[in-house]
C-alpha cells in the first residue's frame, strides 16, 4: 500500500459509503433504493448510523488492513 490519502469506496445493492482514510472520516452514505441520484448525504443521520458502522466493519476494516 502507497503512501499518502486514499478514500475507501463499499457499495451494496442498498447503499454506497464512502470513508476518507487519512482523516479517519465517514465523508458519504447514500441509500440507493430512497436517493438513486445520491443527493441527499446521510453520513451524519443517525437513523443510518448503525447500518454504517455494520459496512465500515464489513468493508473498511478488511480494506485498510485493521484500521479505523
Keep these: 500500500r502507497g503512501e499518502g490519502n486514499y478514500f ?21 452514505f447514500f441509500d440507493l ?3 438513486p ?6 453520513v451524519n443521520d443517525p437513523a443510518y448510523e ?6 465500515h466493519k464489513d468493508y473498511m476494516i478488511p ?3 485493521g484500521r479505523i
Design 8 to 28: 475507501g469506496m463499499a457499495a451494496t445493492e442498498r447503499y454506497r459509503y464512502v470513508y476518507d482514510s487519512e482523516n479517519d472520516l465517514a465523508c458519504e
Design 33 to 35: 433504493e430512497n436517493d
Design 50 to 55: 448503525g447500518i454504517r458502522q455494520d459496512m
Design 37 to 42: 441520484n445520491e443527493d441527499h448525504n446521510l
Design 63 to 65: 480494506f485498510l488492513g
